[in-house]
Each structure stands twice: as C-alpha cells, then as structure tokens.
C-alpha cells in the first residue's frame, strides 16, 4: 500500500522529516492519513488507532535497531515500555503482555504469517503498540468493503473480538510489536469465508 509515507527509525519519528502517520486505503478507492479521519472511518466496526510516539530511548536504542532479541534483550525492551502497559491495565483491564519480533530471518516466518494473512476472528480483543518495523492490517466491512491500515512505531492499534481481519508484513518484513492481553485463550484464529480482496 502507498499511501506517500515512508519507512523511517523509530528514533527519526519527531525529526524535521515529520511525523510517521498510520494510513489506511479502502476498497472503495479512498486513501487517509489523518488518524482522526482512520477512526471515524472504522467506528462502525469499533476499530481504534491512535498514535502514541515515544521519544528516543537511549538504553534500549540498540535493541530497537536489532533485527533479533533473544528473551532477555525482550524482556529488557518490554521493561523500557512499562508505563504504557501500566496505561492499558488501568485504561482496559490487560493482564499480560509480550514483545513479537519477526525479520527476514526469523525461522519459519513464512510459515507463522500464512496463520494470519487469510481472513479471520478472535475469541479476544487484539491489541497493539507497534514500536519498530511496519505491517499491514486489513478490515472487512459488514457490508462487504475492505479497509487496510498501514501500521508504523508508535501506532497503536484495537481490534475488537469477532472482528473479522488480517494481518500482513510490508516488504520490509520486519516488525516489533508489543501484544497486550486481558486473556491469551482467545487468541487463536478462527479463519473466515472471506477473500482479502486490497493490498
């Protein structure tokens, strides 16, 4: 997806280059930059994407810039992101969370991604705060439309239970994302008849 914003380090998100944006095209041909416009367009699905920029994080800088973590450099990122967590515990009761981190040479990612690239539901709310990398989630309309929102660091985004999505990599293929979690059991896909019909 276009939507004339490019990739850029988490750490260049307040720079004079401006403000990564989420952006989101449609089915329907039309294509949105202003968040405040994403989110009236997804209301009527209770989709909700915000953006919430971090500033430079000089302990964890070199952890962002690597492409693998091991549980320890994980656990450390996590730690650096604490007050957001603290946030969606009082804000929407989640009880746990963890850090995905998938990059070209992530083992089986090929694999792990054909899991959520078909149309699906959860059982849970999906919840994210995407802090380096991009990705692609794509929205299918009650009414048959689709909507894809292009996600970069510092986006956050909710995805209500039984909402019908998919997710996707850019070509970068690289993301880190903190997932947050009122009850893991629910987070398995339940896959769905429709056909991703936007890219």
């Known amino acids: 997806m276009n939507c004339g914003f490019t990739y850029q380090s988490a750490f260049t998100q307040n720079s004079d280059k401006g403000v990564i944006l989420a952006c989101m095209s449609t089915t329907t041909g039309q294509v949105m930059g202003d968040v405040d416009d994403i989110n009236r367009y997804l209301e009527s699905i209770d989709v909700f994407v915000a953006r919430w920029p971090f500033s430079d994080l000089p302990e964890v800088s ?4 690597m492409p693998g973590l091991d549980d320890r450099e994980k656990e450390e990122l996590l730690k650096a992101f604490d007050n ?5 515990q009082k804000e929407m009761s989640m ?3 963890d850090l995905i981190v998938l990059h070209p040479g992530t083992v089986g990612l090929s694999s792990l991604l054909d899991k959520f690239s078909p149309c699906h539901t959860h059982d849970d709310e999906e919840v994210r705060y995407i802090i380096d990398g991009e990705g692609e989630f794509g929205f299918v309309f009650p009414s048959g439309e689709q909507a894809l929102v292009k996600v970069e660091p ?4 909710r995805i209500p239970k039984d909402t019908e ?3 996707v990599l850019t070509k970068t293929r690289r993301i880190k994302a903190i997932r947050y979690f009122s009850d893991t059991t629910g987070w398995v896909p339940r896959y769905t008849a429709s056909k991703v019909r936007i890219s």
Do not use: A, E
Request: glycine share 6%; proline share 0%.
């Open 84 to 88: 957001t967590f603290l946030r969606l």
């Open 154 to 157: 510092g986006d956050f985004i």
């Open 95 to 97: 009880k746990s969370r």
């Open 62 to 65: 070199s952890l962002l810039l």
């Open 165 to 167: 999505h998919w997710f």
